[in-house]
């Protein structure tokens, strides 16, 4: 989609239609009242009507800003893709309330979505054009267009990445997320370092190594690096990237193992942020790590009863397979740990259980760690970008859970209680004790992939994190 500012007033712009945002009927014509009232618009559920004889599109929304107005925007877009519109113009005053920028292009771009690389019948992809009248904002016309760019930036990374995700695992494996790193370190102007298997086993990477030395695809540790002059400061962002998922020789039922593409999307969130920071100016130095890794069995898989050596010398017995997403988490957490100094927030993004669909649905990411004060800034950046959040608790109980009797750790509790959280308690192991209140865990589960749209989310990977993080660093820019 295209999206435009013009500083025409409306009735100069041509366009196809005009899209009407109806908060009360009030603020239409007698006419258009009539219209609506005879059709039973419904002001409170984002109810949509074209009228052709006067090219106007209205959709309604009980509130004009936030969520509802990009839920607003969504309903709006995903209906007139069905028409034969090509141009639409908006005027950013709408109920006599001036509308903003980033909610209008978050609630167009990621509600136009769609995944249609693989469809034999294509139909003719429409591109669209918005126009947004800025005639009559209050607002300087420099920052309504930093403001557009912005938006832009992060809706095209949340796109790109929900387009990784999609991708199926014959398509997509370690070494083609490798190549999308280099890309992205191209475009941006980041450092990329790619490593393999033979830096793996060099440097104590066993844990991470192993869950995927049964695949035909080399492992690949992958690091981007953001680095601006005079940086403020040091983020780390640490990605779970199983470009598939078989459960190894823990084989996930048939049904289980559908849609397991999508384990990679903690690594492609990190892909995704890290292509947006230039765009957004970030004065933050900023490392995105991935452990991009295919689970698969063989003669060669590794096995329950193993026992791996993590890359900071803790032993952990293999009790579970499948409980592979944490195996490497571990390495990477002390990858970047011994590879980093002085940082300020670290943040693990993961597919990792799901124990946290059940504990908070398929909306909500799991996030824990130790400090509250951090949580809460994460809370209210998950307040300002529209993704949910969930706390999960650590407690003093539940490290109990993870005692091995032939090893430090096992990576999978005999109890199918408070799954989440002890996954999040054994990732708790690699992470360095002078890090331990800079760093969250986020459990991304069920808020990163989803058979049944929800919100602007159309079917399958939705991105999750993204905008949650990004919406974090530029509060820490201010």
Request: overall charge positive; glycine content about 8%.
């Amino acid at each position: 989609m295209n999206i435009k500012l013009s500083k025409k007033d409306l009735k100069n712009i041509n366009s196809d239609i005009e899209l009407v945002v109806v908060k009360d009927l009030k603020i239409l014509s007698k006419k258009e009242q009539k219209l609506l009232k005879k059709i039973s618009f419904d002001l409170k559920s984002f109810d949509t009507y074209f009228d052709a004889s006067n090219n106007k599109f209205f959709v309604s929304s009980s509130k004009l800003k936030k969520e509802d107005l990009k839920l607003c925007l969504c309903s709006a877009i995903r209906a007139i893709k069905k028409l034969n519109i090509k141009t639409i113009k908006l005027d950013l005053i709408q109920n006599e309330k001036e509308l903003k920028i980033s909610e209008i292009v978050e609630g167009a771009v990621l509600g136009e979505y769609e995944f249609t690389k693989y469809k034999s019948k294509k139909e003719e992809e429409k591109d669209l054009e918005l126009i947004v009248s800025i005639s009559k904002s209050k607002k300087d016309e420099e920052q309504l267009n930093k403001d557009l760019k912005e938006s832009l930036s992060i809706t095209s990374s949340v796109n790109m990445v929900r387009s990784i995700i999609n991708t199926p695992p014959e398509d997509y494996f370690p070494a083609t997320m490798a190549n999308d790193a280099k890309k992205i370190a191209s475009e941006n102007g980041l450092e990329c370092i790619i490593h393999g298997e033979e830096y793996l086993i060099k440097n104590g990477m066993n844990a991470m190594f192993n869950v995927g030395r049964a695949s035909r695809h080399e492992s690949k540790l992958i690091h981007l690096s953001y680095k601006p002059k005079d940086a403020k400061g040091k983020i780390v962002l640490v990605g779970k990237g199983l470009t598939y998922d078989s459960g190894g020789l823990s084989l996930k039922s048939g049904a289980g193992m559908v849609s397991m593409k999508c384990d990679k999307s903690g690594g492609s969130a990190v892909l995704g942020i890290m292509n947006t920071l230039k765009a957004l100016n970030c004065e933050y130095e900023v490392h995105g790590i991935i452990g991009a890794v295919e689970n698969m069995i063989g003669g060669d898989a590794y096995k329950p009863d193993d026992v791996l050596v993590a890359k900071n010398g803790k032993t952990i017995e293999v009790r579970n397979t499948d409980a592979e997403g944490r195996l490497v988490l571990a390495d990477c957490l002390c990858y970047a740990q011994d590879e980093i100094e002085d940082i300020d927030y670290m943040f693990d993004y993961a597919t990792l259980t799901g124990a946290c669909i059940v504990a908070l649905g398929n909306e909500t990411i799991g996030t824990m760690g130790h400090s509250d004060k951090l949580k809460a800034k994460m809370q209210k950046a998950a307040n300002s970008s529209g993704e949910l959040i969930g706390i999960l608790p650590f407690n003093r109980y539940l490290p109990a859970q993870l005692k091995s009797g032939i090893a430090d750790i096992v990576n999978s509790t005999s109890s199918r209680a408070a799954g989440s959280i002890t996954a999040g308690l054994f990732l708790d192991n690699f992470v360095k004790k002078e890090n331990k209140k800079k760093w969250l865990h986020l459990d991304i589960a069920g808020a990163a992939y989803s058979e049944s749209p929800w919100g602007y989310n159309s079917f399958g990977g939705t991105g999750a994190g993204i905008r949650l993080t990004l919406d974090f660093i530029k509060k820490l820019n201010k």
